[in-house]
């Protein structure tokens, strides 16, 4: 598995909104089958990053279609060469 960041642009209009929780369940399903990492979305800038593991970039973009909002979307994905957060990292060791 490949590692994939989906850089999202998207335009708001009246449907926008009633699509976001078809978006959030499907979103959370990605989520809880390990296929996304991590989910941002910024209002301020209509932006959305999301990182992907996926076979290739075109099953990264398959992933992507199948979201309600997709129709809303212009979007990028590039492969990650490094990927590291904290939530990665083993948890630090305690002596008592």
């Given at each position: 598995?490949?590692?994939?960041?989906?850089?999202?642009?998207?335009?708001?209009?009246?449907?926008?909104?009633?699509?976001?929780?078809?978006?959030?369940?499907?979103?959370?399903?990605?989520l809880?089958?390990?296929?996304i990492?991590?989910?941002?979305?910024?209002?301020?800038?209509?932006?959305?990053?999301?990182?992907?593991?996926?076979?290739?970039?075109?099953?990264?973009?398959?992933?992507?279609?199948?979201?309600?909002?997709?129709?809303?979307?212009?979007?990028?994905?590039?492969?990650?060469?490094?990927?590291?957060?904290?939530?990665?990292?083993?948890?630090?060791?305690?002596?008592?």
């Amino acid at each position: 598995m490949n590692k994939y960041q989906a850089i999202i642009s998207f335009d708001m209009d009246e449907d926008f909104m009633s699509l976001v929780p078809p978006h959030r369940t499907y979103i959370n399903y990605l989520l809880n089958k390990g296929i996304i990492d991590s989910y941002a979305v910024s209002m301020e800038t209509q932006q959305t990053w999301i990182t992907i593991n996926a076979k290739n970039k075109k099953e990264a973009k398959e992933f992507l279609e199948k979201s309600p909002l997709s129709k809303y979307w212009n979007y990028e994905i590039v492969e990650l060469f490094v990927y590291d957060s904290q939530s990665t990292r083993l948890p630090a060791v305690q002596l008592n």
